[in-house]
């Protein structure tokens, strides 16, 4: 008999494609950096095409925030899923026949950014919709097992297969996830009474700020991760992989390094099925202060397996702040206007992401690989402090609702 969120069939299909598309992605993540490496073994163009991707994702955020509050949720990620399978599959047809550049992979990135970009907040808003207020965090944990048990066996299938075939294969492993995921989605059912609908796209825009805008926890957070984002994501995902090329054993060894991070994300995850802090944005940052090792063990590199280790340590941290942080804005947003905050939330933690990832290699060739990691640890670690000097950050608690009996049994029947 299922238990918990699982207890709710839309719960459980949201899972299965949430799951489903980050197996996919986590091919993906390897096979980019090493299409990219094998095409111009530059990693300033590695750096430009992740952020071609980025960019729009930047763009659109809001956008998809207000639409994922006025059309059903689902549906809204039904379309971002097929929208990013099929540029995908044009990503992996282009390696797989030979024909691929550059400018090719940046423009296709753009794209799949675009459609990711209304995703997201359509995701995060979609949650209370499946399960009861009582299981938030509990579903919040389940989520976010099942996207790094993904994130697990895809980095370490995705190495393999990208280091025995080639990238293309692996995108297009990734395109495939895309479309399974959007029939696990379309397959849910959201009741009508559910579906926000506005009457000006402007004016719910300016709702969602003030909402957003109104609360100091929420954009000092936020702004925590503006410059923590750009410094951790343009080390990790443009350096990293030029690291482990040259000192690390290639994709197959960045591939068990993605791996080992998830496996600490999965940690983290289990961890928070069980542990429950009265103050969560507190036990959220300080959590968030072990990815801080993973940037040291990098700029060294210190040997192989200290890497590995350091990689699992961030993943527990990174999954804890994660679903605490979804459980908090689900607690303090009310649910008509949760899509366009965590729209407004992702905007302002990933606006300077496509900087980063755009200046980490002709960085690092200015002044070294290594004093630019350095560089972004200390950026990341004072950025993380500096949001424990606010009030609400140390003091916001948890108040789970208290559902009656009737109301849980009418959710576990839908």
């Known amino acids: ?141 389940a989520l976010r097992l099942g996207l790094t048990s993904g994130f697990i066996s895809g980095a370490a299938l995705g190495g393999v297969v990208v280091g025995v075939t080639s990238p293309g294969v692996g995108i297009a492993c990734d395109a495939a996830s895309f479309f399974v995921a959007a029939l696990f989605i379309g397959a849910m059912s959201i009741p009508a009474t559910l579906r926000m609908e506005g009457s000006s796209f402007v004016a719910e825009l300016v709702e969602g700020w003030r909402e957003f805008s109104s609360r100091p926890w929420l954009w000092a957070i936020v702004a925590q991760f503006g410059f923590v984002n750009a410094a951790e994501q343009g080390c990790e995902a443009v350096l990293g992989p030029a690291i482990a090329k040259t000192h690390l054993h290639g994709a197959t060894g960045w591939g068990v390094i993605l791996t080992a991070q998830s496996v600490g994300l999965v940690a983290g995850g289990l961890i928070m099925l069980r542990l429950r802090p009265t ?72 606006v300077l992401v496509p900087l980063g990832l755009a200046v980490a290699g002709p960085v690092a060739q200015a002044v070294g690989t290594r004093e630019t990691i350095l560089g972004a640890a200390a950026l990341s670690l004072g950025a993380t402090l500096a949001v424990l000097l606010s009030r609400d950050v140390r003091t916001i608690r948890r108040r789970d609702a208290v559902s009656s009996a009737a109301e849980v049994s009418s959710e576990a029947s839908r």
């Open 1 to 141: 008999m299922l238990r918990g969120p699982f207890a709710h069939r839309d719960f459980r299909l949201l899972f299965l494609g949430r799951t489903t598309s980050i197996v996919g992605n986590a091919f993906a993540n390897v096979a980019l950096a090493f299409a990219v490496l094998d095409l111009t073994g530059s990693k300033a163009d590695l750096g430009y095409v992740l952020a071609a991707r980025s960019l729009p994702q930047v763009v659109f955020l809001l956008a998809g925030g207000v639409w994922a509050d006025r059309l059903p949720r689902h549906l809204v990620m039904v379309v971002s899923n097929v929208a990013s399978g099929l540029s995908q599959a044009a990503v992996a047809t282009l390696l797989l026949s030979g024909h691929a550049r550059v400018w090719h992979l940046g423009v296709l990135a753009a794209l799949n950014g675009a459609s990711s970009a209304f995703f997201f907040p359509a995701s995060t808003g979609i949650v209370p919709q499946t399960v009861p207020r009582p299981l938030l965090q509990s579903a919040n944990a």
């Open 279 to 350: 103050r969560m944005l507190l036990a959220a940052t300080l959590a968030f202060l072990l990815t801080v090792p993973f940037l040291l063990a990098l700029s060294v590199p210190v040997a192989y397996a200290g890497v590995v280790a350091a990689a699992a340590l961030a993943g527990i941290g990174i999954e804890s702040f994660q679903v605490l942080w979804d459980t908090t804005l689900q607690q303090e947003i009310a649910q008509e206007k949760l899509s366009r905050v965590s729209s407004y939330d992702a905007l302002g933690s990933f």
